[in-house]
């Protein structure tokens, strides 16, 4: 019998209706949403509920996310797969801009560019990604995030381009 049969692990994922957040966004600025979802009152997307990271820090141009590496994020050569590293640095840099947009306002990412600078382990201890706006404008806006670990050991960094929606007359600056 195989050592993965004899010593099988178990993990249960459970999240909420997305399209209730959904719904609340078109309502509520970035920054309040995103505030909304760190106090609870909103229920935090799927995602964050699958890798297992939450917000910890929610201020206008700035996000930063929390995630405890477990055996669940390895990939098959006994380290934690790079894609844990690359979705944390999307989603904080992401909500970083998504802080700083009006009401009825949205983005999606262009481009993500990430550095792998050192291996994730499950044992790494809890690591946080900083997500900040470099420059914000009426169609495109670019961020740059960090992956340290409590002592500020970096673990990857990079740079994110999203596309910019905004509403009907909102204009917004180039």
Not at 39 to 59: D, N, S
Not at 81 to 90: I, R
Not at 118 to 123: L, N, P, S, T, V
């Amino acid at each position: 019998m195989s050592e993965q049969a004899e010593n099988p692990r178990t993990r249960t994922v459970t999240w909420r209706d997305p399209l209730e957040g959904a719904s609340a966004a078109k309502k509520l600025s970035g920054l309040e949403y995103l505030r909304a979802i760190q106090r609870g009152e909103l229920p935090a997307p799927p995602i964050a509920e699958l890798m297992g990271f939450t917000p910890v820090e929610v201020e206008e141009g700035r996000v930063v996310f929390a995630v405890k590496p477990g055996e669940h994020h390895y990939n098959p050569i006994g380290m934690v797969h790079g894609g844990l590293a690359a979705t944390l640095m999307d989603s904080a840099m992401g909500c970083a801009i998504h802080t700083m947009l009006p009401v009825g306002s949205g983005y999606t990412t262009l481009e993500l560019h990430v550095n792998y600078v050192k291996g994730i382990a499950h044992d790494t201890g809890p690591l946080f990604c900083k997500g900040e706006v470099i420059h914000l404008g009426g169609r495109v806006a670019t961020a740059q995030g960090r992956l340290v670990d409590e002592k500020g050991n970096l673990y990857a960094h990079g740079t994110t381009t999203c596309m910019v929606f905004r509403p009907p007359g909102a204009g917004g600056k180039e």
